[in-house]
């Protein structure tokens, strides 16, 4: 008897779908195991940087999502000989953060502002000394108030904004919803009422009193908790979907999600002192707090889990995206040898290398800064390699210090929320990155100084994570707590693969920290003097 093909026919699945930064991902899980992938789907994108704004087109979001869910299909055709036409429940999931706004018939009023864009700084400043809380320059809020300031034309037309995961929601369903862990991003959620926190509300709806601009919960969506229904995808959105009119209306959807809340999930990172590192094209650390934080810090933002528990949040807008590349270059340096080499066999090869490598990287200095990064103060970024006449530059430290430097920024964040005396009993990683075991999860051991654990879903990542959420839909309805369903029913059999700091990597990592931030005004530097390829100075 084939379970798994019956589970498909008879819809006893959960489908999620992530539009992360580089790649739309689809996963289909068993709803009575979620542990089991039945089949997956992704379609690659990037964005453009147009007219000095990190964006995508929403064409480009809709054309992805319909070949990520096609290639799903015909992977569970492959795998299992039957083309699924419905499912039990299905999830959305996105980057967090940005800026869409929409007029009262859903027009787009400006291109899509990503969470990468950091040109919000007066905004947020304003806002963080209004509200009293840290308001960071990717937040939804952030963007509006600069569009405020900016007496941006199209706010006299302004009836809605969201995030990417909710307009995609949104055209599914027909319903304005937001999980609460991604509308955490888009201003300060109240964890005692699980939405958003009523006296900044009114702070606010004060402050732009004179602007004629709707009140700000008109603005924003409602806010639902993990396991709350939150719609029903409509004919319409079914050929959003699947324009081949197979898919079947009907299908019940859990509130959208934002990629850092589906992180925790596949991480099983959702109660107090538990937390996660998601490495991608950003890289971000989440800890859920047992209690509030002492003080407001530009480098940690309050955000929530999916069932609306305060969590502390590193933010890096610069992750793996440099290490790519330099991948890719040496990639290519093995082709035009004549001695091809898969992409994935490169990344071997240089993490392996990396364990060669000094402690310290041997003086080598790696920036990651394709974007800004608010946490060191910069606007924009240029991607540097710096070292020193006595530093040894050999291949094994190249690799170390590249790695390295997607762990910099976080580390130096990190140490602020240790001085807070966070508590934290165990750290989950997950990502593409710690595919290659003992590397990357090593070397953030010795630059967190703490254990780190990694799981059999490590590269499965948001996607995962949201069609678990998206299971999640029946338990909750018997009031099981989400924490519990995941410890329960979710990573009961799940093989999981914790690393010990080395003194030697803590050692090396600290010494390569403390160059880094001292090399930082190099780093600046390069911001002021060299302009963007072709851009006016």
Known sequence: MNTQRDALVAGRTALGIELGSTRIKACLVDADDPATVLAVGSHDWENEFADRVWTYSLDAVWSGLQAAYAALVAD??????????????????????????????????????????????????????????????????????QAV?????????LHSITTLAGHV?????????????????????DSATKTYDAELVARYDGLVRDKALPGLRELLPEVLVAGEPAGELTPAGALLLDPS??????????????DAGTGMVATASVAPRTGNVSAGTSIFAMVVLERPLAEAHHELDLVTTPAGDAVAMVHCNNGASELSAWAGLFGRFAEAAGAPVAPDAVFETLFREALDGEPDAGGLLAYNYLAGEPI????????????????????ANFARAQLYGVFGTLALGMRVLHAEGAALDRMF?????FRTAGVAQRFLAGALDAPVSVADTASEGGA???????????????????????????????AVETVEPDAGD?????????????????????????ALKGAAR
Request: with cysteine; hydrophobic share 45%.
């Open 76 to 145: 569970a055709e492959a795998r299992h000989g039957v083309r699924p036409r419905t499912f039990g429940a299905i999830g959305v999931s996105a980057m967090m953060h940005g800026y869409l706004a929409f007029d009262a018939a859903g027009e787009l009023l400006a291109p899509f502002r990503t969470w990468r864009n950091t040109t919000t700084g007066p905004a947020s400043a304003q806002l963080s000394a209004l509200f009293g809380v840290n308001i960071p320059l990717r937040w939804s809020i952030a963007h509006l108030h």
């Open 149 to 157: 300031l900016d007496a941006e034309p199209h706010l006299g037309r």
């Open 169 to 189: 929601h949104e055209r599914l369903t027909g319903r304005r919803v937001l999980g609460v862990g991604d509308a955490s991003g888009m201003f300060p959620i």
């Open 245 to 258: 009119g197979e898919l079947q209306p009907g299908i019940p959807l859990c509130p959208p999600e934002g």
């Open 376 to 395: 060191t103060g910069l606007e924009e970024g240029r991607p540097l390699v710096v070292r020193t006449p006595d530093s040894r530059l050999t291949l």
């Open 429 to 433: 990683a997950h990502g593409g990155m």
């Open 464 to 494: 995962w994570g949201v069609a678990v959420l998206a299971a999640y839909l029946r338990a909750a309805r018997s009031g099981t707590p989400l924490d519990v369903y995941l410890d329960r029913d979710v990573f009961g059999g799940f």
């Open 506 to 530: 803590v050692a090396g990592f600290a010494a390569y920290l403390a160059r880094y931030a001292d090399g930082l005004a190099a780093e600046r530097a390069a911001v002021a003097s060299i």
